[in-house]
């Protein structure tokens, strides 16, 4: 049983997805505890509950007002959004964050012997996709006239199967595609996954809790692309080395033992230090230069 004053987040029950909105819950405190099984898993610290379901089911689950909050791929969304668009239904949602993982693209693929010199070589054709929404508007955008043919698995056969002239399918690596093949001509929509918020009135009670896991989630992104930077420099280069190092306004100087030309400089970098800027601190006699991941930062 769930009770409607717990925040209800939809997560992938497995799959691409799964694996990061987990490791995000974890990491902004969410403590919950999973029974494989189970549709619903109770967070024990704060009053949220999971619901894990199939990842098609999330954008219906959200822009029904079913759970509050849902992690899904922009794919997906955009797709049940256009779909629900044709039908005369409601899509209200609101995209809180896009977020670091899930990253793919859709992309238009044809067989190895195909004369392909651009989209329009599709006129007349057969995609086979899982997305006919986002495939047929992007026809229409490109003034193509082509037919989306819907296959819910197994897109990339269906051209051997002489079920389709072409597909367009979610590619990461194209390793996929090779072995069956094919060759990826057009990218047709970017994705990533994203956080997203349902219509409607929220309580106040259950508003804050979702600004207080917004804030952290921006910590912990915020921290996963920020360093800690430590090294030894001489006092009378301070000025150069701060410019060196990126988003380093004011960084802490610290004495250092028996030393009076050089000081420890600690400071949080906004960006990675590359090996080059490293090797620009050492040519200004710069020492001991240390970076390290930063867990979670706050304000
Ligand atoms: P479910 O059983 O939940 O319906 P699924 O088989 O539909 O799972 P997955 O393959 O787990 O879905 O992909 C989920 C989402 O992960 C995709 O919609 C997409 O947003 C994202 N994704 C990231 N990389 C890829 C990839 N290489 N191929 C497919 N999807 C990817
Ligand atoms: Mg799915």
Same mark, same amino acid.
């Given at each position: 049983?769930?009770?409607?004053?717990?925040?209800?987040?939809?997560?992938? @029950?497995?799959?691409? !997805?799964?694996?990061?909105?987990?490791?995000?819950?974890?990491?902004?405190?969410? @403590?919950?505890?999973?029974?494989?099984?189970?549709?619903?898993?109770?967070?024990?610290n704060?009053?949220?509950?999971? !619901?894990?379901?199939?990842?098609?089911?999330?954008?219906?689950?959200v822009m029904?007002?079913?759970?509050?909050?849902?992690?899904?791929?922009?794919?997906?969304?955009?797709?049940?959004?256009?779909?629900?668009?044709?039908? &005369? @239904?409601?899509?209200?949602?609101?995209?809180? /964050?896009?977020?670091?993982? &899930? #990253?793919?693209?859709?992309?238009?693929?044809?067989?190895? /012997?195909m004369?392909?010199?651009?989209?329009?070589?599709?006129?007349g054709?057969?995609?086979?996709?899982?997305?006919?929404?986002?495939?047929?508007? *992007? *026809?229409?955008?490109? +003034?193509?006239?082509? $037919?989306?043919?819907?296959? $819910?698995?197994?897109?990339?056969?269906?051209?051997?199967?002489?079920?389709?002239?072409?597909?367009?399918?979610?590619?990461?690596?194209?390793? %996929?595609?090779?072995?069956?093949?094919?060759?990826?001509k057009?990218?047709?929509?970017?994705?990533?996954?994203?956080?997203?918020?349902?219509g #409607?009135?929220?309580?106040?009670?259950?508003?804050q809790?979702?600004?207080?896991?917004?804030?952290?989630?921006? &910590?912990?992104?915020?921290?996963?692309?920020?360093?800690?930077?430590?090294?030894?420099?001489?006092?009378?280069?301070?000025?150069?080395?701060?410019? !060196?190092?990126?988003?380093?306004? +004011?960084? %802490?100087?610290?004495?250092?033992?028996? $030393? /009076? %030309?050089?000081?420890?400089?600690?400071?949080?970098?906004?960006?990675?230090? *590359?090996?080059?800027?490293?090797?620009?601190?050492?040519?200004? #006699?710069?020492?001991?230069?240390?970076?390290?991941?930063?867990?979670?930062?706050?304000?």
């Open positions: 049983m769930t009770d409607r004053n717990r925040l209800r987040i939809a997560v992938q @029950k497995s799959g691409r !997805l799964c694996e990061g909105s987990m490791e995000l819950l974890k990491a902004i405190g969410v @403590k919950l505890s999973i029974r494989d099984r189970l549709l619903i898993a109770h967070a024990t704060l009053p949220i509950d999971l !619901l894990r379901v199939r990842d098609d089911d999330i954008p219906g689950l029904d007002g079913v759970v509050d909050l849902g992690f899904i791929g922009e794919n997906e969304l955009e797709e049940k959004m256009l779909e629900r668009q044709a039908q &005369g @239904k409601q899509f209200q949602y609101k995209t809180l /964050e896009r977020l670091e993982f &899930g #990253g793919c693209r859709l992309s238009l693929a044809v067989p190895n /012997e004369d392909y010199q651009n989209v329009q070589s599709l006129q054709k057969k995609v086979a996709t899982t997305y006919p929404f986002l495939l047929e508007r *992007f *026809f229409r955008e490109q +003034n193509v006239d082509a $037919n989306a043919v819907m296959l $819910n698995g197994s897109v990339e056969v269906a051209p051997r199967a002489g079920l389709a002239d072409a597909i367009c399918d979610l590619v990461s690596t194209g390793a %996929t595609l090779e072995a069956n093949g094919l060759v990826e057009d990218v047709i929509f970017r994705s990533k996954a994203v956080l997203i918020q349902r #409607g009135d929220m309580p106040a009670s259950k508003q809790l979702i600004d207080k896991l917004l804030t952290r989630i921006n &910590g912990v992104m915020q921290a996963r692309e920020s360093k800690y930077i430590m090294l030894h420099a001489p006092k009378d280069k301070i000025e150069q080395v701060k410019q !060196l190092l990126p988003g380093a306004e +004011n960084p %802490t100087l610290l004495p250092l033992a028996g $030393n /009076e %030309t050089s000081v420890a400089v600690h400071v949080v970098s906004t960006e990675t230090l *590359f090996w080059e800027t490293m090797e620009k601190l050492k040519a200004l #006699g710069c020492s001991s230069i240390l970076v390290l991941p930063i867990e979670k930062m706050l304000g």
